[in-house]
Structures are given as structure tokens and as C-alpha cells.
């Protein structure tokens, strides 16, 4: 599998077991109406139960003022792949919302594109907490964390929230 | 003064005293050489000693799936905002950097612009914490805090980092 | 009234209205059930609407490698003065559990006594937004605050947890 | 090793190269001088390069409203094992403190006895960057997860802070 080998890893057996079969597709349209991943050039690339990966290539329009990518922009992507790993076993109807979230710059983000991993830490009926990291990835695929995080998103029942 | 009516205070006194006077122009070099800033359309309105102020109209083209601000970019305003406030007490030829922070989502981030306000907890030589909240602003002009964050921000003497 | 006056301020009014007209009471039972503030010696000092003060005299055996008050237990005071003011607010029967918090420590914790000091900034029937700061006080009365803090709680209705 | 058992793997060759040899002596001499610790019962049981475990028996006197281990309680012995993970890679001499962390409580905190496992994620010259769990074991053995945490440290060099 194309995400496997791209993480390092030979398997990768989920931990999670969805409650909504089409959770892969579901997860998928709500991340097309994030109209910023769009504006930014964000891909989603990855999309398992509890796990998610998006890409963003590497743009000088969203540089700091070193022309590093701004903290913001790589907390946007790194937001997004725990909002939608945590989406990814909610169920169908439900939508997501973050509710906070706290990340470490660990250096700057230098790199040809970055790699947001978000990855369920302890799923809830209600609240889901998530870790992200995102990676920096220079010219010749060697990868180096630039930001880590953790963050609580909150599920909305049909009822309450809009689809997605 | 323009940010004093604005923040609904009629006198503002600066409780800290900048090492550089030239802090405003500095402040206001560095921000524009945060491309990101301009690709958004966000705008630098307000740099006082260890305060700083960004506005960002609303834009379909930097939601989220439901049509929100996307938190990210929230984030990014008033991660510039508190890092710009901290700048602010900054010598001259210094280069800051964010370390951490961490956000709390206190509402939708909906609104006709919203303004990042950044102002300084507690200076220091080297760590600097400051604090930000991002409000949106409907067509009447009524203000909600929508998001509060905390941020830790280092500063790189002249030798270590660029300028800015 | 005490509380004002400790906090310099002459006149305090709440803008937060309690749903519980028992509210002070409720918190002050809930506090005496925390065994672990009896034991490090912490007493409950202000409860209002969405307020709450917690002190702590220094102990020589709750410090850490430099003699000074451990994070941790300046943790612990903060985290309950957020966690009861938020619960102040709260309708009678609920229980408030901590979902999350982040401190940052602006200073070395010495003082002859501390205070922890609670304000809800964005009340929720589910989730509620509080802030924290806890000062050291020393010989003369005079403050610092030495960590400021950042928390999410829940309230679990009556049906799902043990009141307090 | 006993905490490569612990912790279920067979082997554990660690990442991290010690400036110190002598880093477990400087660990435990500062573990012990952090008295709070033996107020709580706490034990120093893993120190390794860039690793740290901590125990913590349950105790009644410290428990919050519903008898479970108080937040606080837990953060102090995350936030000691982070912190140390972290001081076992700093040069002799030097000393540590905590700038700020940020902890998520994902279950409440019911147990025989509780380990916290602080590990680096980031080591620098300057700010070292770890990450905590903290595990509530019971009579059978059986871990979980209580809280997880992300924390950032200071390294005072020799002239500027006192030893440990």
C-alpha cells in the first residue's frame, strides 16, 4: 500500500475498526469543501480508520518572513489530518469540529513539500483526541518532523451540526 | 489613536518600554516579508510596545467544510499577531521565532473580518510569552472572541538568525 | 467584600449568571471531596459566578530541585481554581471533569504563599473555556504571576456522572 | 533490562547519545532533591538517554472529587519524567526547568499504580522538547492510558542556574 511504504512501514494493521463503512469517502468530501486546502494547494493523500495524510507542496506565497513555511500553514495541514483521522470513525451524519489544539515548532519548515500525519490517540463517542506531526521533505526524500501536536475535536450528532 | 477607540479604551499607556525605538518600523518590515500575510489579505493595523493587531476580511477561498474561517488560518493571524507583539520588545537586529502555542476554539469562526489581538504576558531576554485572541466582526461592527491562544517565542540574537 | 479587595478591585459584578442558586455551596463541597488539596494544604478562598481563588502556603515538601513550589502542584491548584469556576456555572446535579489543559510558567514558583485564580471565558452546556493564573505572594504582599494556564472541561449530566 | 521488559519490548536501543556519562548518577541525585515527590510516594524506576519512567502507587490523599488521581497529581510526575528524559541529555553542569507543557486526560485516572514514561522528541542545545504518558495500571497488570502530554525545557548552563 502506497501509504505503508511511504511511512517506513512493510504492514500497517489499523487499530480502530470504523463505525461508517464509507468512512474513506465521507472523509474525502468533507476535505473537498475545505475550500483553504484548495487555495493553499493541500492534497489528501491518506486515508485510513483513525489515520490520515495530507501534502502541500512547498509555495513561496505562504512563507514567514525567513521563507520558511509559516507556522499557521503548517498548523492548518497538521489540524486538518487529526480533525479528519478523528472523522474518519465517527459516524455517518455526524460532523467534526476542533475544539483546541497545542503544537511544538520543532524547526523550521524547510523542504521541498510537508507531510501532515494525523493519527487518533483515544477515540470518543463525544471527544476524540489526536497527535499530528508534520514533516518536512526535501529534494532527495529525506523527511525531518518541523511540528508535533495534540489536539481535541468534538462530534456533532446529526441533530446539532451540518454533515461533515 | 486609532487602536485605542477601536479596543473601546480611551487611553492606552504601554506598560513596557521598547528597547529599540524603531520597533514599529521593524515590526513592520518583518511582516511584510510574511508572504503569507499578503496571500490571505491579511493587514498589519496596530504595533504598540508588546501589543500588535492584524485584520483579515473574510474570504470563501480560506474556509473550512462548513464555510468557517479554517481554524489554521485563524491560527496564523494571531500567531503573527503575538509574535509581532513580541518583537516589538526586541533589540535591534534581533530574529524571533515561534517555539509553541496552543489555541482554544471558543466559537465559529464566522464573521465580515477578523482581527488577531497579540499582546505580551511576560518578556523576556531570550523566551517571550504572549497571548492572542482572534475576534470576528459582523457587518454591525459586534465583536466575539472566537479564538484565545498562548505562545511561547524565542528570540535569536544577531549572530544566530537572520534579521526579522 | 474579600475577595475584591484581595484582587484590588473595589467593586466586582459577575457577568456570568449561575444557573444553580446554590452554586457556592456545591463548589465548596465538591472542593472538600479533593483529598489531594487537604493534603498539600490548598483552601478554597473565593467562589463566584464563574471565579474561583484557591490558596496554598510554600511547604518545603512540595518542591522541586531548587526549593522551589513544583509545577505540578502549582498545576494542581490551577487546574482545580479553572475547573471550579467553570463548575460554578454549571445547573445542580452535573459533575465537571478536566478534558485538557496548558500552562505556561512565566517565572520560579517562590513565594511564602500562592494563589491560583479561575475566570470561565466561554461557558458551554457541554464545554466550558477557562484561564488561570497562579501568583506567588512573598513576605510583603507583593505578586508575580509565575504560571498562567489555558483549560477545557466538561459537564457530565447527572445520568452519566457522580454529582461534584 | 527491567524496563525494556516493562514496557514490552525485548530490545530497546536508544536513539539519543548522553553528553554525560555519568547522566543517570545527575538524574537520580536530582530526582532525590525533588522533594515533592517523596511527599507523593513517587519513584524514580528507568532512567535511559533521552528516557524516563516514574511510579506512583494510588493513594487515597490524593485524589480528586470522585476519588480518581488528581489531574494535578499526574501532570507532576508527566512533567518530572519529561523533564528529566530531557535533563539526561543536557551537559554535566547544567540544570533544568520547565518552560510549559500541555496535557489531554483521556480517561480518568483509576489504577493500583500509575507510570509516568517521559521521552525526547526534539534535543537542542538550548530547548529540548518531550513528550509524557502517563499509565494507570491495575491489580492484573493491565495499562491504560490516562493522559498525554507535550512539554518543552529550558537547559540553564552552569553560570546561570544552580546545579540539577
New interface residues.
Partial sequence: MVSARRTGQDVRVSEFQPLDPLFAERVRA??R????M??IGAELVVVEPGHCEIELPYR???????GFL????A??????AGGYASFSLMPAGS?V????????????AQGERFRAVGRV??PGK??T?A?FDVLAIDAQGGEK?VL???Q?V?CLPDSE??S?
Fill in positions: 468533507s476535505f469543501r475545505q475550500r483553504v484548495e487555495t513561496a506565497d505562504l512563507t514567514q518572513q525567513h509559516h507556522a499557521g500553514i498548523t492548518a495541514i497538521g489540524d486538518s460532523a469540529l476542533a475544539v483546541e489544539f497545542k503544537v511544538n515548532l520543532l524547526s523550521p490517540k483515544r463525544r471527544l483526541v497527535a518532523v508535533t501536536g495534540l481535541t468534538i451540526g451540518r461533515g
